[in-house]
């Protein structure tokens, strides 16, 4: 099992990040089956302020180039992904369409 860790800010306004929460509490099953079929066995997401920090667990079988494929052949998904864009931003150093950013791991105990 390997673990990523991502970030995303969300736009800085309290009425749009409740409902970006709210669709989190009850994601699309086509969303859910996507992810899962990836090959990402355990995915959490925290926030703070509009700062949003995403966990990923993954199998042998997962790849960001794979899951990238998929996710773009997946009408379902890419409704998703068009839906939370309203609510998410870029962070100021992403690269150009880039929305959650890999980070690197700095320190562990």
């Not at 390997?2 to 749009?16: E, F, G, I, M």
């Amino acid at each position: 099992m390997k673990r990523y860790c991502l970030a995303l800010d969300l736009n800085d306004d309290s009425k749009l990040i409740a409902e970006y929460e709210a669709f989190h509490k009850e994601i699309w099953p086509e969303v859910n089956a996507a992810i899962k079929e990836s090959g990402i066995e355990v995915m959490e997401i925290y926030l703070t302020g509009n700062r949003l920090f995403m966990i990923m667990e993954v199998n042998d079988t997962f790849s960001f180039e794979d899951k990238g494929k998929a996710d773009a052949a997946n009408p379902k998904v890419q409704e998703w992904e068009t839906l939370m864009w309203k609510y998410q931003k870029a962070l100021p150093h992403a690269k150009p369409g880039e929305k959650w950013v890999l980070m690197d791991k700095i320190f562990n105990l």
